[in-house]
Nanobody, 125 residues
Framework: QVQLVESGGGLVQAGGSLRLSCAASGRTFSRYGIGWFRQAPGKEREFVTAISWSGGSTDYLDSVKGRFTISRDNAKNTVYLQMNSLKPEDTAVYYC??????????????????WGQGTQVTVSS
């Protein structure tokens, strides 16, 4: 009942910035927590960051702390991932995912109910 569409990926040089968007439709968006995950070729999908339904709880993968910021605009049914100081190791397909009633951040992929199609982020060195 929830559809998620990511956008904003692309090719950027190391040290540059991108802003990813996750636009949702379907059920009441504000009651879903939203997570961002990424998957590089040949690697497992890993947790990057997430935000609770209230917006009061966030968490980040250690390697992106201080560089990435997650936020949400419930009026627009959209979650954003601001990515600064990008590194080649950030290269991956980035996915957003929704979990109903997520009061605190959940980092496990299997706990999320809905997934977007992904958007490619490539950071050149």
């Amino acid at each position: 009942q929830v559809q998620l569409v990511e956008s904003g990926g692309g090719l950027v040089q190391a040290g540059g910035s991108l802003r990813l968007s996750c636009a949702a439709s379907g059920r009441t968006f504000s009651r879903y927590g939203i997570g961002w995950f990424r998957q590089a070729p040949g690697k497992e999908r890993e947790f990057v960051t997430a935000i609770s339904w209230s917006g009061g709880s966030t968490d980040y993968l250690d390697s992106v702390k201080g560089r990435f910021t997650i936020s949400r605009d419930n009026a627009k049914n959209t979650v954003y991932l601001q990515m600064n100081s990008l590194k080649p190791e950030d290269t991956a397909v980035y996915y957003c995912a929704a979990k109903w009633g997520m009061l605190v951040v959940v980092t496990t992929t299997t706990e999320y109910d809905y997934w977007g199609q992904g958007t490619q982020v490539t950071v050149s060195s």
